[in-house]
């Protein structure tokens, strides 16, 4: 729980100076538009790096790899049925709560 | 993206199974993964924050939104666990068993630890079943965005939601699934070590 706090704390952060540079924005005329490029530049390359230390932490435990030719179908097959029928939940719910496809509410 | 991703997860995979016996490199990001992790994820979520705060959009969705934002995690739990259930018939496993496998909702660190005392079998197809997870939601939730919609890909994630997967979400959709995804992230992450235990005393 605290680490999620931690989380959302630096969002907050993130939030609230993005809010003053909003502001700032308006009243001096100011345009902030090479720090919207920066942060779109910054979070490709945090993808990329967050996914390639998860790889390596995949790769390097060889748990994995010494089950994978036993057991790798069976968890495949429930987790391609459980992702799925979890993607149908929310598809379905998404279109009774009238939310369009882009996750904004259709009827407001 | 969704190219770039696939060729990341394999290089990072076969550097972590080869490499990391003979570069240092590799295994100090193995000793420090969790940090590196961690330290990745502050940078990201500062630099969504910023945007978010930036695009005022977002807390307009936000607020129209309102309560609904918390049904989704559950209707994404309901799904994947009567998912689990379903293809239960074709493998000699319980049902409570192939749910609880199920039941990491993709957070392969913790969920096979609270199944390794009841089997190590069940334990070892939680692990592989919660990886799998994690990296088909990688690859999927590109595609789920562009021909389903944006808020089914927090589904796919489940806890991993606001975690790794929390940044291709982001570069697949809009700032304004942030919401939602860290909803579906601590919901279902929360959950996990509430559900697999119940599941297996049965």
């Known amino acids: ?56 932490r995949i790769g390097s435990d060889r748990h994995v790899f010494e089950q994978l030719d036993k057991l790798w179908i069976v968890a495949l097959v429930i987790t391609v049925a459980a992702m799925g029928l979890g993607l149908l939940f929310v598809h379905i719910l998404r279109k009774v709560l009238k939310f369009d496809r882009e996750g904004v509410k259709a009827d407001d | 993206m969704t190219k770039k991703i696939l060729f990341t997860v394999a290089l990072g995979i076969l550097c972590g199974r080869f490499a990391t016996e003979h570069l240092a490199l590799f295994q100090w990001i193995v000793d420090n993964n969790g940090l590196l992790i961690d330290l990745g994820l502050y940078a990201l979520l500062f630099f969504v ?63 096979p630890v609270l199944l390794a005392e009841y089997s190590s079998i069940i334990s070892a197809i939680c692990f592989l079943a919660n990886v799998m997870r994690e990296l088909l939601a990688f690859i999927f939730i590109p595609i789920v965005a562009k021909r389903v919609g944006y808020i089914e890909t927090t589904s796919l994630a489940g806890a991993a939601a606001m975690d790794t997967c929390l940044a291709v979400t982001i570069r697949s959709t809009h700032e304004r699934i942030v919401i939602y995804a860290i909803a579906c992230g601590m919901i279902t992450g929360t959950l996990v070590p509430v559900i697999i235990p119940i599941l297996v005393s049965f």
């Open chain 2, 49 to 111: 924050g910023l945007d978010m705060g930036r695009n005022e959009t977002v807390f307009s969705d936000m607020k129209k939104a309102g309560w609904r934002i918390l049904l989704f995690p559950f209707a994404s739990m309901l799904g994947t666990l009567l998912g689990a259930a379903l293809v239960s018939i074709f493998f000699p496993y319980k049902v409570n068993e192939c749910m609880a496998i199920a039941a990491g909702f993709g957070w392969y660190s913790l969920a």
């Open chain 1, 1 to 56: 729980m605290a680490y999620t706090a931690k989380l959302l704390s630096i969002m907050v952060v993130g939030i609230l100076i993005g809010i003053g540079i909003n502001k700032n924005s308006k009243k001096t005329g100011k345009d902030w538009e090479w720090l919207s490029r920066l942060s779109g530049k910054v979070q490709t390359f945090v993808v990329i790096y967050l996914i390639f230390v998860l790889g390596v």
